[in-house]
């Protein structure tokens, strides 16, 4: 059974920055891909960024150069980066292991 939750959200103003993890537990996550998805009122789910077992990235094309995604095997857990936020970005963010697993969420909200 595979545990992942995530933690890190909260409110920011525009043009700051969050950082967001993903402990997992119950399994390692070293031999999986991760990622991380967003869900805003209203609109569905939608990937944001993921990283492989052996740490190639990709990325949204409405967060690069913004959002960085990394993992730290021997923590079991992954982080997302996020500089620059917007407005748009607001949403509940959730944490995936890409085979099916998925963590509670956790509210970002970009507000002045």
């Known amino acids: 059974q595979v545990q992942l939750v995530e933690s890190g959200g909260g409110l920011v103003q525009p043009g700051g920055s969050l950082r967001l993890s993903c402990a997992a537990s119950?399994?390692?996550?070293?031999?999986?891909?991760m990622a991380w998805y967003r869900q805003a009122p209203g609109k569905e789910r939608e990937m944001v960024a993921r990283?492989?077992?052996?740490?190639?990235?990709n990325y949204a094309d409405s967060v690069k150069d913004r959002f960085f995604i990394s993992r730290d095997n021997a923590k079991n857990t992954v982080y997302l980066q996020m500089n620059n936020l917007k407005p748009e970005d607001t949403a509940v963010y959730y944490c995936?292991?890409?085979?099916?697993?998925w963590g509670q969420g956790t509210q970002v909200t970009v507000s002045s």
């Open positions: 995936s292991r890409t085979d099916g697993y």
């Open positions: 990283i492989t077992s052996f740490g190639s990235t």
């Open positions: 119950g399994n390692m996550i070293s031999d999986h891909t």
